[in-house]
């Protein structure tokens, strides 16, 4: 699933007498200020080391625990920085602020249910807070709650209608729940406030491939990459749009260059081992397959393929194993279980098999006529 988290963290400037001075500080707020001016020159080092100073001569000043969280988020620290979100929310529990900002990096960590509580404390304290209605959306939307994303993303766009983002978040909530034409609203909705906004033409192609209008989808991820031309996700996407259209060459080209920019991204190494796999280039397939499962090693599919390179190269006990697999990470994969019982009866386990071929055409009939043409072909070419 992909939406925009959209983590603003606010950047404390104290409104005292005390402006930043090129001087060596001397008390909590001149330190507090020039640390701002560090943050803002991107030396996060140095602002750390001042609100550090800060923080020492004024233990309760929540503006330097909060902006060096800020500082940490930004370093990578997000453990750091939540404790400093932490203290500052135990100093001063009724400014919405660190509220806020703990649930942006708890979000990040993927502890939505804690994010979703921050949020909401924030909003009890700011309740016209468009961004905590939209990332709290966010929280909703990672835990497969959209009807709940729906509405503060619904409640966000109330707030500030002029903002993209809200109608992108409710666009990509839409489309997960199946809800395409009141996605594709939204969607274009958020690309007409924000020409410029990639995720929002990513968002889109999408939703046009869902609906099959495939040309639809490449023009609209040909515009996302013409704005974020590194952009892995949507290089990966209109690699699959191409290979829909049997484009293979392209979709190739997409697949390879998607895995150069993000080589963690495990999907285009499963579709460019598809498209090998189909070329003949079986060793290059399964080498592919390997780096997919490695990645990822709870897709099926990627096991489901594997294995049907296996066979190809004649390692049928490797192919089983593959087969096995899936079948324990999705128990209604009916490929994985016809494509074993192949696997099976060609190591001579004809009981197996058949188990096996009952259990797949009961999970979907549409293989019966496909594999017992295959089955009948191997029983004559077998002399049976």
Avoid at 2 to 29: C, K
Avoid at 198 to 223: H, M, T, V, W
Avoid at 225 to 241: F, H, P, Q, T, V
């Amino acid at each position: 699933m992909r939406f925009g988290s959209l983590i603003f963290l606010f950047l404390t400037a104290l409104t005292s007498q005390t402006a930043y001075s090129q001087n060596e500080p001397h008390n909590a707020l001149e330190y507090q200020n020039r640390g701002l001016h560090k943050q803002a020159s991107n030396d996060l080092d140095g602002a750390i080391a001042d609100y550090d100073k800060a923080i020492q001569l004024n233990p309760r000043l929540i503006e330097a625990y909060n902006n060096r969280a800020n500082a940490r988020m930004a370093k990578g620290d997000k453990e750091g920085a939540l404790a400093d979100y932490s203290k500052a929310i135990q100093v001063s529990p009724n400014e919405f602020m660190p509220y806020y900002n703990r649930a942006t990096g708890e979000l990040s960590l993927g502890e939505n249910d804690a994010a979703i509580a921050d949020f909401t404390k924030a909003l009890e304290i700011f309740p016209d807070f468009a961004m905590a209605y939209n990332n709290r959306g966010n929280g909703f939307q990672a835990k497969g709650d959209f009807d709940s994303a729906i509405k503060d993303y619904s409640k966000a766009i109330e707030l500030n209608p002029k903002s993209s983002i809200g109608y992108y978040n409710r666009s990509c909530a839409l489309r997960e729940k199946g809800e395409l034409e009141t996605a594709l609203s939204d969607s274009n909705k958020a690309i007409e406030l924000d020409p410029s906004f990639a995720d929002a033409f990513y968002n889109r192609a999408l939703i046009f491939e869902s609906q099959k209008f495939g040309d639809k989808a490449i023009e609209d991820l040909n515009r996302c990459l013409e704005i974020s031309a590194d952009n892995a996700e949507a290089l990966y996407a209109r690699g699959l749009a191409f290979q829909n259209k049997n484009e293979t060459k392209a979709a190739l080209r997409d697949f390879t260059r998607a895995i150069e920019v993000k080589p963690s991204l495990a999907g285009p190494y499963l579709a460019r081992g598809i498209i090998e796999k189909s070329i003949g280039e079986i060793s290059a397939a399964l080498l592919d397959y390997n780096k997919a499962i490695e990645l990822d090693p709870n897709d099926a599919v990627a096991y489901v393929n594997r294995g049907i390179a296996r066979q190809d190269k004649g390692d049928a006990k490797g192919a089983i194993s593959d087969y096995t697999q899936a079948i324990s990470l999705d128990p209604s994969s009916a490929t994985a279980y016809a494509n074993r019982g192949i696997s099976l009866l060609l190591i001579g386990k004809e009981d197996e098999a058949d188990k096996d071929f009952t259990r797949s055409f009961q999970l979907d009939p549409s293989l019966k006529p496909v594999f017992e043409k295959y089955l009948r072909k191997m029983k004559k070419y077998r002399g049976q």
